[in-house]
C-alpha cells in the first residue's frame, strides 16, 4: 500500500469511511487498521483526529445519531398527527435499513460522554415529543410515549436486521400496523 499523497484528512471524510465499513461489515470491523487501509493512509495519521479506536467509535457514533436525526427531521417536520408518526417511524427503520452498522454505533454508546451525542439525543427526543403532541402528551407522559416509540422501532429494526421475521409478509405492513395499535393505545390512555 502506498501512502496517500499529503493532502488534509477531514473527519468527514474518516467518518464517512467508517460508516461504510459499518454498514458493509459490521461495527467490528471499523479498526484503525481497516479504516488507515480504507483511506490509503498510515495508522498514525488517523490520531490527528481522536484518539484511538475508542476515539473513532465515540466519533462515529456521534456522526451516526446525526445522521439519525437529521433523516427524522427531512420526513416528519412540518407535519401532525398519525401522518407525521408514521413518517417518523419509517425514516428510523430506513435508517437502520440503509446504515445498520452506523445505527450500530450510536446505540453502542454506553462509554460515550461526548456532549454533541446528548445533545443530538435530546433533539430526537424533542422532536419525537413534538411529533406526539397531537394526541396530548405532556410532562411524564410525553416521555413514557417516546420510550415506548423509540423501543417499537429499535425492537422492530432490531429483527428485521437480524433476520428474525421469517414470514412471507410485507414488513412495512406490520410497522404500519404496530404503529397504528401504538397510537390507538395512546388515544385510549388519554381518554381514560
Not at 87 to 108: M, N, Q
Not at 119 to 136: P, S
Request: glycine share 8%; proline share 3%.
Amino acid at each position: 500500500m502506498s501512502p496517500r499523497p499529503k493532502q488534509a484528512l477531514e473527519l468527514k471524510t474518516i467518518l464517512e469511511t467508517a460508516a461504510k465499513i459499518a454498514d458493509k461489515s459490521g461495527l467490528n470491523e471499523v479498526t484503525l487498521a481497516n479504516l488507515s487501509k480504507e483511506l490509503n493512509i498510515r495508522p498514525p495519521s488517523l490520531y490527528n483526529h481522536f484518539e484511538g479506536l475508542s476515539g473513532l467509535h465515540e466519533n462515529l457514533a456521534v456522526y451516526g445519531i446525526q445522521q439519525l436525526y437529521n433523516s427524522l427531521v427531512k420526513e416528519a417536520v412540518g407535519l401532525a398527527g398519525e401522518e407525521a408518526v408514521m413518517k417518523l417511524a419509517k425514516a428510523y427503520v430506513d435508517f437502520v435499513r440503509r446504515h445498520p452498522g452506523l445505527y450500530e454505533a450510536t446505540i453502542s454508546t454506553r462509554t460515550v460522554i461526548n456532549e454533541e451525542f446528548h445533545e443530538v439525543g435530546n433533539k430526537i427526543v424533542d422532536l419525537t415529543k413534538r411529533v406526539l403532541k397531537a394526541y396530548g402528551l405532556e410532562g411524564e407522559s410525553a416521555i413514557h410515549a417516546v420510550r415506548g416509540l423509540r423501543s417499537i422501532l429499535h425492537g422492530f429494526s432490531s429483527l428485521e436486521q437480524k433476520g428474525g421475521f421469517g414470514l412471507a409478509l410485507e414488513t412495512d405492513l406490520s410497522l404500519t400496523f404496530i404503529i397504528k395499535s401504538f397510537l390507538k393505545g395512546i388515544e385510549e390512555i388519554n381518554v381514560n
